[in-house]
T-cell receptor, first 111, second 113 residues
Framework: EAGVVQSPRYKIIEKKQPVAFWCNPI?????LYWYLQNLGQGPELLIR????????DSQLPKDRFSAERLKGVDSTLKIQPAELGDSAVYLC?????????FGPGTRLTVT | GQQLNQSPQSMFIQEGEDVSMNCTSS?????WLWYKQDPGEGPVLLIA?????ELTSNGRLTAQFGITRKDSFLNISASIPSDVGIYFC?????????????FGKGTKLSVIP
């Protein structure tokens, strides 16, 4: 069974530029999560989807971050415009009513 | 955001030694999870604990869900070089449709051959 797929794996952009990350969850997993992981820290939840509905986005900085999961499968997380402090690893995870399984993450560097 | 207290932050051990790390919280959780993260990869689930007092093993790994539901520990026996990585504990409070995970800051394990 394929795991959670994320792309790109690495992204380097200049500040004020937009950036987007893509996630394909494990087949059949209706719950999808986006996490932010800063260096030396554990992951922190940004947003959680149940199918296509965002049910917990309280930690998402909505002035510059947005996410969508239009058909309840793949998801995209966008930052516009990016700031230096957004440099981090963005992790996607999925679950089916229980344990969460993580993708490899996208390492974002904002210069 | 809220994080768990995980200790130690890092440890250096000789190959073959046993390892113990733990996680404590001021809040109770219904589930405790232990993940391992290798450089450049996402966390990989090692063990999941669902019941207070539960002791679960996965190969050389053993984890326990504390009786108070506010702590958990992970033991690794007879460490080998591939055990190197960062180990995260995570607490999950499932209820009212919420499955949010709260992570510790991780324990970085180095194994000296």
């Amino acid at each position: 069974e394929a795991g959670v797929v994320q792309s790109p794996r690495y992204k380097i952009i200049e500040k004020k530029q937009p950036v987007a990350f893509w996630c394909n969850p494990i087949s059949g997993h209706n719950t999808l999560y986006w996490y932010l992981q800063n260096l030396g820290q554990g992951p922190e939840l940004l947003i959680r989807y149940e199918n296509e509905e965002a049910v917990d986005d309280s930690q998402l900085p909505k002035d510059r971050f947005s996410a969508e999961r239009l058909k309840g499968v793949d998801s995209t997380l966008k930052i516009q415009p990016a700031e230096l402090g957004d440099s981090a690893v963005y992790l996607c995870a999925s679950s089916h009513g229980g344990e969460q399984y993580f993708g490899p993450g996208t390492r974002l560097t904002v210069t | 955001g809220q994080q768990l207290n995980q200790s130690p932050q890092s440890m250096f051990i000789q190959e073959g030694e046993d390892v113990s790390m733990n996680c404590t919280s001021s809040s109770i959780f219904n589930t405790w999870l232990w993940y391992k993260q290798d450089p450049g990869e996402g966390p990989v689930l090692l063990i999941a604990l669902y019941k207070a007092g539960e002791l679960t093993s996965n190969g050389r790994l053993t984890a326990q869900f504390g009786i108070t539901r506010k702590d958990s520990f992970l033991n690794i026996s007879a460490s080998i070089p591939s055990d190197v990585g960062i180990y995260f504990c995570a607490g999950q409070l499932a209820g009212a449709g919420s499955y949010q995970l709260t992570f510790g800051k991780g324990t970085k394990l180095s194994v000296i051959p």
